[in-house]
């Protein structure tokens, strides 16, 4: 039709957008650019949520109390009480147990003068494992009118109102790990036989190069110096059932009774 001016109507129609004003081929191709999109995207969202997870999981163990410090098991005490160690060991009751710096631990432990070494290991969830491994007696030095404990290195570790029995008497001025003359008279005491150490009183340090035995019956063993003390101990031996009050041993190649 026209309108009043003659001119021709123009007539609109109005077309609804939906999936028949798609073509088919521009709809897979959609649909395959939305997948390509998603498979991209996928392993990034699966890292993500990876790093999430081990972020959290990392929180709690490090940054919360869910695994904290609950108990110190201390085990191999003897001369020792547990609480001491643990008194030493000074770690702080709900402390991150994966957080704990054993090291530190073990240097604050192994600072007791009963202790030779020590380990800590941790025992998830919420135990601290100290093993202790004490020093082992060897003799005993007075000290006034007290007895002081050595080892098998010389470290005095433990004082005691009377001797104790079982270990061997020595004297020296100073014991101790670095003193010649400690080391010198743990040296001999390891090298005696069986027959010796049953005689043996006390082993006398007067300089480390001049050590004795004094031995039951008022004998004594003139040592000399720790060098060559496994066959000054045979020689000294084998002299025990001869005569004399004195065998001399100092150089085991010529022998001195009297």
Known sequence: ???????PTRRWR??????DAVPPSVRRFMRRARQRRLRAALPWAV????????GLAAWVVYGTAVFGVRDVRVNGTDLLTPDQVRAAAAVRSGAPLAGLDTGAVERRVGGLAQVE??????????????D???????????????????????????????RPDGLPL???????????????????????????????VEV???????IRLLLADEREVVWGDATDSATKA???????????????VSAPDVVTIR
Do not use: C, W
């Open 117 to 130: 070494r020590v380990a800590v290991s941790r025992e998830f969830p919420n135990t601290v494992v100290v």
């Open 14 to 19: 109005l077309v609804r957008a939906g999936s």
């Open 234 to 248: 045979e020689v000294a031996t084998a002299l025990l059932a001869r005569e004399g009050d004195m065998i001399d």
């Open 170 to 200: 020595v004297r020296v001025a100073e014991p101790g790990p670095d003193d010649l003359g400690t080391r010198g008279a743990l040296t001999v005491l390891t090298a005696l036989t069986d027959d010796l150490r049953r005689e043996l």
């Open 47 to 54: 890292a993500g949520a990876l790093l999430a997870l081990v």
């Open 204 to 210: 006398v340090v007067d300089s480390p190069a001049r």
């Open 132 to 162: 202790v491994v004490e020093r082992t007696p060897v003799a005993v030095v007075p000290r006034g009118e007290a007895f002081v404990v050595v080892d098998a290195s010389g470290v005095v570790f433990r004082e005691l109102p009377q």
């Open 1 to 7: 039709g026209r309108d009043r001016q003659g001119e």
